[in-house]
């Protein structure tokens, strides 16, 4: 079975532009995730996506949007780019909704805003 | 403060020792308990995971859980190289609106 699949792997913006990331999660599963994670912050929560609904959502500025698609491909949006949005962008799957679900995740998107 | 803490590291050991790796968490709701690793590059996988109180075993790896404490480990035995990664605690949510807690995941490099 094909893992989660995230693209690009790298990217460089500058400040001010937008950026989409892609997500491909594992075939049959309905739930999608989304973590930043940058060195002192660890992992931090983004959002998840089950059914093409948002589920939950962490505490990050509107400029931080997703969806989710009917055939359960993800993308996460960030407009207005900063500096601090400089980190790696993890995609995680899973069957269900729910803390008790494990994630499985794609190998992220590094993005470098200058 | 943050609701679960793990000391970043890096941690430096060598080969075929016992490496102890650990996390505390202020939350006392939690009930169920992840360790995380991630190796260079590559996205977190799952590598134990534990209901309750006291120690389950896989392997090389042992993870403990002590809640009157609200601390956690994962001790790792006869390291090998190829245990160097960073490994990170996580904690499913306690109410709705969330997902995994992560900690900030501790570097740890195993010399040959």
């Known amino acids: 079975k094909a893992g989660v699949t995230q693209t690009p792997r790298y990217l460089i913006k500058t400040r001010g532009q937008q950026v989409t990331l892609s997500c491909s999660p594992i075939?049959?599963?309905?739930?999608v995730s989304w973590y930043q994670q940058t060195p002192g912050q660890g992992l931090q929560f983004l959002f998840e996506?089950?059914?093409?609904?948002?589920?939950n959502k962490g505490n990050f500025p509107g400029r931080f949007s997703g969806r989710q698609f009917s055939n359960s491909r993800s993308e996460m949006n960030v407009s207005t780019l900063e500096l601090g949005d400089s980190a790696l962008y993890l995609c995680?799957?899973?069957?269900?909704?729910?803390?008790?679900?494990?994630?499985?995740f794609g190998n992220g998107t590094r993005l470098t805003v200058t | 403060q943050k609701e679960v803490e793990q000391d970043p590291g890096p941690l430096s050991v060598p080969e075929g020792a016992i490496v102890s790796l650990n996390c505390t968490y202020s939350?006392?709701?939690?009930?169920?308990f992840m360790w995380y690793r991630q190796y260079s590059r590559k996205g977190p996988e799952l590598l134990m995971y534990?209901?309750?109180?006291g120690n389950k075993e896989d392997g090389r790896f042992t993870a403990q859980v002590d809640k009157s404490s609200k601390y956690i480990s994962l001790f790792i035995r006869d390291s090998q190289p190829s245990d160097s990664a960073t490994y990170l605690c996580?904690?499913?949510?306690?109410?709705?609106?969330?997902?995994?807690?992560f900690g900030e995941g501790t570097q740890l490099t195993v010399n040959p």
């Open positions: 995680a799957s899973s069957p269900g909704t729910g803390g008790y679900s494990p994630l499985h």
């Open positions: 075939s049959g599963h309905r739930s």
């Open positions: 996506y089950f059914s093409e609904t948002q589920r």
């Open positions: 939350n006392s709701a939690f009930q169920y």
């Open positions: 534990t209901y309750s109180s």
């Open positions: 996580a904690m499913p949510p306690t109410t709705s609106g969330s997902r995994l807690t």
